[in-house]
């Protein structure tokens, strides 16, 4: 009975003593994740109402925020669990990650209560500079000379994201367009996305779009942050609607036009800012971007990117294409 009082004693000491460990400052702040089952991901460890929380999206999923379980040896701890609706399964995945010979080193284990094997995906990190203290001044930044995307006639420097995807965009009538029977919001679908071929660094963006009534498509920046693509009066607004850096800044105003209607988005970004002017009308100005969109495929911002047009949601037109890369700030 001694014996066990005592390592009952050992075993509560040890509990408050790694629940009560901070976080580790040279875990804080974001990160660029590298997967070994290659999903693009992106993290930040940050403060929340006074907690330390985990922001982790991988791919098209939900970032959280995410309470931190226990701090152990400098390595944190947390979990997550989603049910999916459909299938009625539930996904429990724990995270744990630190420090190991100075570099970020982590493992997700991904389990369900259907009875399949668990998986283990195994990641590195590189971390993100802070975000720079004052936004840029776009009256001292030059614009170089505009570059066509899109020819009108063929899909030279574009290509498919996801080559064992069905491929539904082709050049018609001056047009880049994508024919896909879908017709629901769902994330992902069973057709490609596309991306150019090329990659850019900071930039001024024009492209013009037409989309139907309740349909959906985006304009990734760099393949990193979605410009919105949806009609005036979609049942996505604010933060989700047209003229939106999707969940992350919402448009002062809805300057959409109904579906069924070309549009035209003139998107600039420096320097991790991001002007929007939607059909004319400025609706974000020179707001930061904290952290990658939902669907991204790059998450480290201090890389150059693809221009990246969600094909895998529904039916979308574009035309009018032209990049302007920034060759001084």
């Known amino acids: 009975m001694r014996i066990l009082v005592s390592v009952c004693f050992v075993f509560a ?17 974001a990160w660029s994740l590298d997967l070994d089952s290659d999903e693009p991901a992106w993290m930040n460890v940050t403060e929340r109402d006074g907690k330390s929380v985990v922001y982790l999206r991988i791919y098209v999923g939900p970032e959280g925020p995410y309470e931190i379980e226990s701090i152990a040896n400098g390595r944190i701890y947390f ?12 996904t429990t995945t724990k995270v744990d990650f630190g420090i190991v010979n100075g570099k970020l080193s982590g493992k ?39 570059i066509t995307l899109f020819n009108g006639k063929d899909l030279t420097g574009w290509r498919p994201h996801e ?31 596309l991306r150019t071929e090329e990659e850019f660094e900071d930039f001024r963006l024009q492209i013009e779009f037409l989309v139907e009534k309740d349909r ?12 919105q693509v949806v009609d005036r009066d979609s049942r996505m607004q604010g933060l989700q609607g047209v003229g939106a850096i ?38 974000i100005d020179n707001q930061p971007v904290i ?4 669907g991204a495929i790059y998450t480290d911002p201090m890389a150059a990117g693809p221009i990246y047009l969600q094909g895998d949601h529904t039916a979308v037109k574009y035309r009018n294409i032209y990049l302007e890369p920034v060759i001084s700030e």
């Open 13 to 29: 000491f040890f509990v408050c003593w790694t629940s009560a460990e901070s976080v580790p400052a040279e875990l804080k702040g």
């Open 79 to 90: 979990a997550r669990k989603r049910k999916q609706k459909k299938s009625g399964v539930t």
């Open 108 to 146: 997700i284990v991904r389990s369900t209560d259907d009875g399949k094997p668990e998986s283990l995906v195994r990641f590195t990190g590189k971390r993100i500079p802070p975000m720079p203290e004052k936004a840029p001044d776009l009256s001292r930044v030059r614009f170089g000379e505009k």
């Open 163 to 193: 080559p064992d995807k069905i491929m539904g965009w082709s050049a018609q009538d001056g047009m880049l367009i994508n024919t896909t029977p879908k017709t629901d919001f769902s994330a992902t679908g069973a057709y490609a996305n």
């Open 216 to 227: 959906n498509s985006g304009v990734y920046l760099r393949g990193m942050y979605e410009a």
């Open 246 to 283: 999707f969940s992350r800044i919402a448009p002062s105003k809805n300057a959409g036009k109904p579906g069924g209607e070309w549009q035209t988005y003139d998107l600039t970004l420096v320097d991790r800012h991001v002007t929007v002017i939607l059909n004319g009308e400025k609706v």
């Open 291 to 294: 952290g990658p969109t939902g």
